[in-house]
């Protein structure tokens, strides 16, 4: 089963960045979560905003329900 990027999803909850991740969040990525926190779009779309802000790998976890960003 893929995910359908397509699909307008409610964002919420972004991350902390402190415990539970590998590195803390870069700073530029935290603010780009944390204004989409409470938004309705595309998951493409706000895979896109955060991909603006790093280099890191940004995709979708079908399995976690959740974007993941990989540095």
Known sequence: ??????????LYD??????GA???IPEPVRLVANGL?????TLKEAV?????VTD????PSE???FIA???
């Not at 926190?37 to 779009?41: E, F, L, P, W």
């Open 22 to 24: 590998l590195i803390p």
């Open 37 to 41: 926190n409470g938004k309705t779009m």
């Open 14 to 19: 972004p991350h902390p960045g402190l415990a």
């Open 56 to 59: 890191g790998r940004v995709y």
């Open 1 to 10: 089963m893929s995910i359908d990027t397509s699909k307008e999803v409610r």
């Open 69 to 71: 960003l990989r540095l």
């Open 63 to 65: 399995e976690h329900s």
């Open 48 to 52: 896109e905003k955060i991909k603006s």
